[in-house]
């Protein structure tokens, strides 16, 4: 109880003083969540916007145009910020953004895309959102001060004297959905289009974008919209702003290299469509139909680091620890994000008694996502087996702390705790 009223004083300190300078007002304005706090919130739920996504989309030329045409359109936006982009395996046509700099864009949205400025269009307009601070004021409307007394919690924990992770998952949860407001998205577009501009590209790629989501619409809506909705007053608006623009000087509308990673993308797309149909068949409780379209699966693409991961978790459930922890080994050197894989080799080298090496990926997993009592929970076996009885006993609490009480292991590791404690 101290502790919590030592760091409500704290985050009433920053809030007194946290002033952040707002590129776009051109001044100095007040905030509860200074541009360094917003940094810090989005590139912890990085990691876990990654992982509801199934993993990056494991080719390093893929990530690395993404990251390039991201940077290029980034140069063109006032707020100074170590923006990353990354392309998530999900088929979902989405494409969404963190506080702070961090732009995720799907799979599912590039192979829906026919030429560069429509994917640019896109991107220019979650820089819009990261621009105008709009993740910013939302944390600052649901949580006010609260977000900072949050923020402090979850970093005194990785100093390990921390209380418990207030809100973690919560927070994660609003932040990769947040749906925004007709204004919020008029200021987006107006600001997305001049980015997009002046970074050399075709604004009108945008309105391409919105011709092919407005098609997309008749058979299923396409995620983005779901977020950014797109009445017909929002298209006619963004032609208002296009119009404004000098369209003779030259601009990119496509290029080759696009094409070469849409390719990509295609050439993968049926072993990325077999994953889902296992996702679908695994909700049905139908192991061994998931297990057989997730080995075709793997035969089209070896590195299809979703199916890996779903195979891992299937074996490992099935007690075949040997072939699952390896499948989950892999993942991970595809995706060191990516947190599933990493918990499951955890997991598995921990049935193997392996316990160095569990408890390597289970502290791997715990700094990616750090609300998972679980991973405490096989942490605190690993670290007992090891006879390191201090270690063991912080993460049975953690784990104790975390828990909804339904996960199997509490009477045990309550048991255990008390043991230890006892000796
Ligand atoms: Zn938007």
């Not at 063991?392 to 009480?405: E, F, T």
């Amino acid at each position: 109880m101290m502790r919590k009223v030592i760091l409500f004083a704290v985050a009433l300190l920053f809030v007194s003083c946290a002033r952040t300078y707002d590129p776009l007002a051109g001044k100095e304005v007040f905030t509860l969540l200074p541009t360094e706090k917003e940094v810090q919130i989005g590139k912890m739920y990085v990691p876990m916007a990654i992982d509801e996504n199934d993993g990056r989309y494991p080719d390093r030329e893929v990530q690395q145009y993404i990251q390039e045409i991201g940077q290029k359109i980034a140069r063109h936006t006032p707020r100074k910020l170590n923006y990353q982009f990354y392309l998530v395996n999900t088929q979902a046509v989405n494409a969404f953004a963190l506080p702070g700099g961090f732009v995720f864009v799907n799979r599912g949205l590039v192979l829906s895309l026919n030429k560069e400025d429509e994917l640019a269009g896109v991107i220019a307009h979650e820089l819009a959102h990261i621009n105008a601070r709009h993740h910013a004021k939302f944390l600052e409307k649901m949580y006010g001060m609260n977000i900072l007394l949050s923020v402090a919690s979850i970093f005194a924990y990785q100093t390990k004297y921390g209380d418990i992770l207030m809100n973690f998952g919560k927070i994660g949860a609003q932040l990769i959905s947040l749906k925004w407001s007709r204004d919020q998205e008029r200021e987006a577009d107006r600001l997305g289009v001049r980015f997009a501009y002046e970074a050399g590209y075709d604004p009108r790629g945008l309105l391409d974008t919105f011709k092919i989501f407005k098609k997309m619409e008749k058979v299923k809506q396409p995620e983005w919209l779901l977020t950014h909705p797109l009445p017909e007053t929002r298209i006619k608006e963004v032609k208002e702003l296009i119009a404004k623009l000098d369209l003779n000087r030259p601009l990119i509308k496509d290029t080759p290299r696009f094409h070469r990673i849409k390719k990509k993308l295609e050439e993968t797309k049926p072993s990325f469509d077999l994953f889902y149909q296992a996702k679908e068949k695994l909700v049905q409780k139908k192991k061994l139909a998931a297990l057989e379209l997730l080995n075709k699966s793997l035969q089209l693409f070896p590195d299809n680091n979703a199916s890996l991961t779903l195979k891992a978790f299937i074996l490992l459930s099935e007690d075949k620890y040997r072939e699952g922890t390896e499948l989950a080994v892999k993942a991970t050197k595809l995706d060191e994000l990516y947190f599933k894989p990493h918990f499951f080799a955890g997991y598995g080298y921990f049935k193997l008694k392996q316990y160095e090496k569990s408890i390597y990926y289970l502290e791997k997993a715990k700094n990616l996502i750090p609300d998972f009592p679980d991973v405490y929970y096989f942490l605190g076996r690993s670290y007992e087996a090891l006879g390191r009885l201090s270690e063991a006993a912080k993460n049975y609490r953690k784990a104790l702390q975390l828990s909804d009480g339904k996960r199997g292991w509490e009477k045990d590791a309550e048991r255990r705790l008390r043991r230890i404690l006892g000796s």
